[in-house]
């Protein structure tokens, strides 16, 4: 019998362990549903209602670490260009590639297409 006065003990990284797992547990069905389909649709409506496999794909994305993460930046001549960000203080996030996009949605859609390039390491 446990002594119920008896707290099991928890390393103190099992926090990082738990998301570790989550995060593989995540990527494999992220694996076995980015497709041409969900790409096309998110290219279509980028910001409006998706199905849930696109949303589940764009919630891993904004729960990725900072250093992961890339954003949109508004160019001085009226274009669009995806940065990563550094994840740390008082670092610039850096430019990613030479790309300009014409507007914000095709900015962002640009952004998805290089989290699935993350995923898939292709």
């Known amino acids: 019998m446990v002594d119920p006065r008896r707290q099991p003990t928890l390393p103190a990284d ?3 362990h738990v998301r570790e ?5 995540t ?3 992220l694996l076995t549903v980015v497709n041409a389909d969900i790409i096309e649709e998110h290219r279509r409506n980028p910001t409006g209602h998706h199905s849930e496999p696109l949303a ?3 919630a891993w994305c904004q729960r990725r670490p900072l250093s992961e993460q890339y954003a949109v930046k508004a160019e001085a001549d009226g274009s ?3 940065v ?4 740390r203080r008082g670092v610039a996030p850096t430019y990613i ?3 300009r996009f014409a507007s914000l949605e095709e ?3 640009g952004v998805l297409i290089r989290h699935i390039s993350d995923l898939t390491g292709k």
């Not at 797992?21 to 547990?25: C, E, K, L, P, V």
């Not at 990563?84 to 994840?87: D, F, I, P, Q, Y």
């Open 80 to 82: 669009f260009r995806i």
């Open 14 to 16: 099992a926090d990082v």
């Open 27 to 29: 990527r494999a069905y």
């Open 56 to 58: 589940r794909l764009l």
């Open 107 to 109: 900015a962002r859609h």
């Open 21 to 25: 797992m989550w995060d593989r547990m």
């Open 84 to 87: 990563s960000m550094t994840g």
């Open 97 to 99: 590639g030479e790309a």
